[in-house]
């Protein structure tokens, strides 16, 4: 093998250690860390976050690069080896314009910021909320500045998370998923009473459930664990060794849709090529694609009839007391029930885009100043009014109701709702290929979907970008189509 | 301040955040990890190893130490400033000696020998260990060329974990305990049969009820974890993010004395003056003192009758069916029992430093090539059975028992003896300067004990080297004439 491609595979493995290392030292940080070591973390997040990046942005790694060139040429474009190249030579222009002191500022920034988003939540107190998420923005829009070349400031920010995509392609898809959604939520609204809400849902019986699903969907404890957390998500140490953590409430199951989403996220990190391993390429490509798969698990898989003729008869096994009156039929409307609701993670499909949307447009709005943080409570409600029919009550389940922003994620939300769409022309793919996929599901088989998935898009990990990986999989660009026919089709349904 | 000092302090500070980041990983590895992240995380451990490593021995760390020898000169030897620049110029002396390959292959080869120890424990097999166990000789091996001035090998190797103590030192003291020792275990072990033996003691009430003694302690949630895992240990991620584990059977409750010794190290570190954190000072100054601190809560409180007068009806009530007919007394009996046995981290007091001193002798022999690998596993047997008076059935109550050794903690043993050594040194004083001690004990009071212990000891971190710091507690150096005092009194009483 070439030896600068030796060399710069080892000096990349570095850096992964120190972000896998971060990875897990963010994850302690939620799930198990005292309080008390709150203060000392954020100092160890942006020791790390600034060793990465020194190391990531050095000039050795340059020169390598540079050695490389009649290597990468010399390889097919979906080779291991020229996609290593390609994607960090990207990676590596983009890192080495922001400076090591403004990357350990924003790591710092969020870490202290947390405890003070979990304390303003509680207390529905935005005014302490406020002076951090202030800092974050001006601390992205030095972010910003450190670029050229992008026609909207959202662009740089969202091209973290989605590489390649810009504000006007995003701002085109939802404004037809708004043009479209809107009215129809309004008119899908499900009537009458949510079956088998306000139930008692013992925790115990919960985590014994959903971890039956998740075994069947390819958790593993060998390779995954699942703890209970304020805010899920999912992270990966190594590919084989995935963290997904969860929430659970007494009076309802969505802890086990978070579970599955979570799964979903898991699942795709997991599934990356092992040649992979401890390279920048060994994770999902984007959090769009990586959402269309926590969407796809959550919702397509999870919130699909078969799925629950399946798993319904266990589901009341593990509750008889809240379900022993609960039909099938009426447990699937509870679990496709429409509501316009003030918490996105509690939304269901018909509105969640709608909640995704209103922070897109908010956080270019803030950005470039056509919205101050003093006014931003009362227009968060505004729109709120506007896009899905009701107004928060108060600020904790308005505007403070995500970590998102005191983590410093600002461009990252949209790509929930980009999820949303690419899951539905993924789906259609998929269907084409497994015509018995529904009867696999009924008969509690998900490990062709799963394969599939792994073959066409997981095993990639980050080698070709968002919108390559999207035409690899599906022939195609990002399409509204897909999922309106699929909301359509389902609410028509369970209405 | 001095400019030097604070640029000291940054790169001091940016080095301790990638150790106690390391910490984290080898808390997580034991007590969280999914198994199948054990290669990468080997990797992790390996890379934050030799990073630590270069940012340490790094020749500007030496520039700023020839720098501030004036500043260090012109300030109290006690002050935070002068212990920082002298302990590290230490620190710097011996850690540049070690090559960074060197550094990270230790690592790497601990953290793949752990996983085989486990496997070779399970099965009792010996040959399993053996080749990775000879590797880990072979690297402190290497390790102690990379020094001269060291009258023996192990010299080399003890003083990474007891500055400035030399096996010559440890062995006067273990002689003195040895000649003692096996004698008093002769006579004093308890005939007849132990009282509360094998009763069902379920592992949800243990946990509770540990708990409540720890927190007595001054266990807080606010800024400590309690873990099960296989191996207890202490760690400490920040000063105020204590992380304690134990383990648990249902037919004792080994746990809860497990538990006192870790909150004993937590303690220690949890008590290291705020001003320290971040420093290489925060945390104490060697194992030999750091073990006089568990073994202190453990057994000293822990198995003092003043400590179960107060908390025994408790235990009782968290224990109806198992102690029902067990009288305090008894109890006292049981828990002070003494019975030469195969495992050292179940040994009673009297038998505990024989344990040890068979690992001291054997590393030495090891080191210096008297003892062959092959031959280690009789060799083990035979000198149980010198010692202690038993002879172990397999190799996993023998050899294979420990897992420090697959971790290339080689040297490392002796500090447990001469740990309880020190504890009965400083109980003494404590007794002078608490005279009431005992009935603070029984009536639930142990802060007077633990501000004391900060107070003398545990707010210095590594300031003051072990002997510079027990000649501050005690007035004296490292004397076996206490501890054999506490024993023969003890067992005087218990027998």
């Not at 897990?24 to 939620?30: E, R, S």
């Not at 935005?126 to 070349?149: A, I």
Request: charged residues 30%; glycine residues 6%; hydrophobic residues 40%.
């Amino acid at each position: 093998m070439e030896p600068a491609y030796v060399e710069l595979k080892e000096r990349l493995a570095e850096v992964m250690d120190i972000l896998k290392t971060r990875a897990l030292l963010g994850w302690d940080q939620q799930v198990k860390m005292p309080p008390g070591g709150g203060p000392v973390r954020a100092e160890q997040l942006a020791t790390l976050d600034r060793l990465a990046h020194e190391r990531f942005t050095s000039p050795e790694i340059g020169r390598l690069l540079d050695r490389l060139e009649g290597f990468e040429a010399s390889l097919p474009y979906e080779s291991d080896e020229a996609s290593l190249v390609r994607v960090v030579r990207q990676d590596w222009e983009k890192a080495r314009r922001i400076p090591s002191d403004l990357r350990a500022e924003m790591s710092r920034a969020s870490s202290l910021a947390l405890p003070v988003w979990v304390e303003a939540r509680q207390t529905s107190d935005y005014s302490l909320f406020r002076p951090h998420f202030e800092h974050n923005l001006e601390l992205r829009r030095r972010y910003v500045e450190c670029f050229d070349g992008y026609a909207e400031p959202y662009d740089a920010l969202l091209d973290d998370f989605e590489r390649g995509m810009t504000a006007a392609e995003v701002r085109a898809v939802f404004e037809r998923l708004k043009e479209e959604q809107v009215p129809l939520v309004a008119a899908a609204a499900s009537e009458g009473e949510r079956p088998a809400r306000d139930r008692h849902y013992p925790l115990e019986a919960q985590q014994r459930f959903e971890l039956k699903v998740i075994e069947r969907f390819g958790y593993d404890p060998q390779s995954w664990r699942l703890d209970p957390t304020v805010h899920p998500f999912a992270n990966s140490v190594a590919i084989d060794d995935i963290r997904l953590t969860t929430r659970y409430h007494e009076t309802n199951l969505d802890g086990l849709f978070a579970t599955m989403h979570e799964c979903g996220h898991g699942l795709y990190e997991h599934g990356v090529s092992r040649t992979l391993e401890r390279t920048p390429l060994a994770r999902g490509t984007s959090l769009g694609l990586h959402e269309s798969q926590s969407r796809m698990w959550e919702n397509l898989v999870g919130r699909s009839l078969p799925f629950w003729r399946f798993f319904y008869p266990q589901l009341q096994e593990h509750f008889p007391e809240a379900l022993a009156d609960v039909e099938l039929d009426d447990w699937y409307r509870s679990v496709n029930w429409v509501q316009p609701s003030f918490i996105r993670v509690e939304a269901d499909e018909a509105t969640y885009n709608l909640h995704v949307i209103l922070r897109f447009e908010l956080e270019q709005e803030l950005l470039v100043g056509d919205v101050s943080l003093d006014d931003l409570p009362g227009v968060w409600n505004e729109r709120m009014l506007a896009y899905l029919g009701v107004e928060p009550p108060e600020d904790r389940v308005g505007v403070l109701q995500d970590m998102h922003w005191a983590g410093g994620h600002i461009g990252y939300f949209s790509t929930y709702a980009l999820g949303n769409v690419i899951s539905a022309q993924i789906w259609e793919r998929v269907l084409e290929d497994i015509p018995d996929l529904y009867d696999q599901f009924e008969a509690g088989e998900f490990g062709a979907l799963r394969t599939w998935l792994v073959e066409h898009l997981h095993r990639h990990g980050r080698k070709f970008t968002p919108k390559e990986t999207l035409e690899r999989v599906v022939g195609g660009p990002i399409d509204a189509g897909p999922y309106l026919r699929y909301l359509r089709d389902k609410l028509a349904v369970a209405a």
